[in-house]
């Protein structure tokens, strides 16, 4: 974290982050004005310097206090992260195979994952109701936002539609959406290791072309395989198929960040 004397001598590096932050979550449908009810939940600030592109800008990051959450101690907060030897294995495939490993990152993923409406029309969720308002030396800059004017927290409260950082099952709601967009991609999780996957598609004899009638011959071999360690993914495949799956998510989840090679 950035320190207060830090923060004072860069206010509008510090506001424009925030703002941007803010943006975020409005522009993924993170949250809403709602004027019943009451504030439940306090957020906070948290900034810290990063270098993107060889320059050091400040990040903000407006982080929920889900230990204050009232349904805290109901929730389903599992969400399972890739073995050790999970990692391993997609090592040695690439290098028997000689596909070049490929790692991925989603920008403000937890902000991605289901909607709570979403996430109550499923088995063993509930519904969430958490509302808050942005700490009030940043009201002025929540103002700033379309539609939020306006804003006053004497009469308003923000109600979250998604998870946010902080809360306990942002990490789930996450997770489901994601292995939901990898079944639909074709991958399939491992019964071993939930969170790694893998590709199959029907092996096509040497010198037939992929879509003739013969091309098919019952058996399947794998094209792609990959792990996910909560927004973070390492992997390797075919060319043609490591750009479906890469085009697939980034689809989904808009472009990621990645690294090749």
């Known amino acids: 974290m950035i320190p207060l004397d830090e923060v004072r001598a860069h206010v509008k590096e510090c506001y424009n982050a925030m703002l941007d932050e803010l943006g975020r979550w409005l522009n993924l449908g993170a949250f809403d004005a709602n004027q019943a009810g009451h504030e439940r939940n306090g957020p906070r600030w948290v900034r810290k310097w990063k270098e993107v592109n060889g320059k050091r800008i400040i990040q903000a990051r407006l982080v929920v206090r889900g230990f204050k959450e009232l349904q805290a101690a109901q929730l389903s907060t599992f969400a399972g992260t890739t073995t050790r030897w999970g990692q391993r294995l997609v090592n040695s495939v690439a290098a028997q195979q000689g596909w070049p490993l490929f790692t991925a990152d989603v920008s403000q993923a937890f902000l991605r ?39 006053s927290p004497l009469t308003e409260v923000l109600r979250m539609l998604r998870c ?25 999780a491992l019964q071993s290791d939930p969170q790694l996957f893998v590709w199959h598609v029907e092996s096509t004899p040497r010198g037939v072309a992929p879509h003739a009638p013969q091309a098919a011959t019952g058996q399947k071999r794998r094209v792609p395989i990959l792990i996910t360690h909560v927004d973070d993914f390492k992997g390797a495949g075919e060319a043609e198929y490591r750009r479906r799956l890469i085009a697939g998510l980034e689809k989904e989840f808009s472009a990621l960040k990645i690294k090749e090679g």
């Not at 109550?120 to 539609?147: C, N, W, Y």
């Not at 946010?164 to 399939?188: C, H, I, M, T």
């Open 113 to 151: 994952g289901l909607t709570f409406e979403q996430a109550a029309q499923m088995k063993d969720e509930m519904g969430r109701d958490v509302r808050f308002t942005v700490p009030p030396s940043s009201l002025h800059i929540l103002q700033q936002l379309p539609g939020f004017e306006d804003f």
């Open 164 to 188: 946010g950082f902080g809360l306990k099952d942002a990490p789930r709601l996450w997770n489901n959406l994601l292995r939901k967009v990898l079944k639909e991609l074709g991958l399939s």
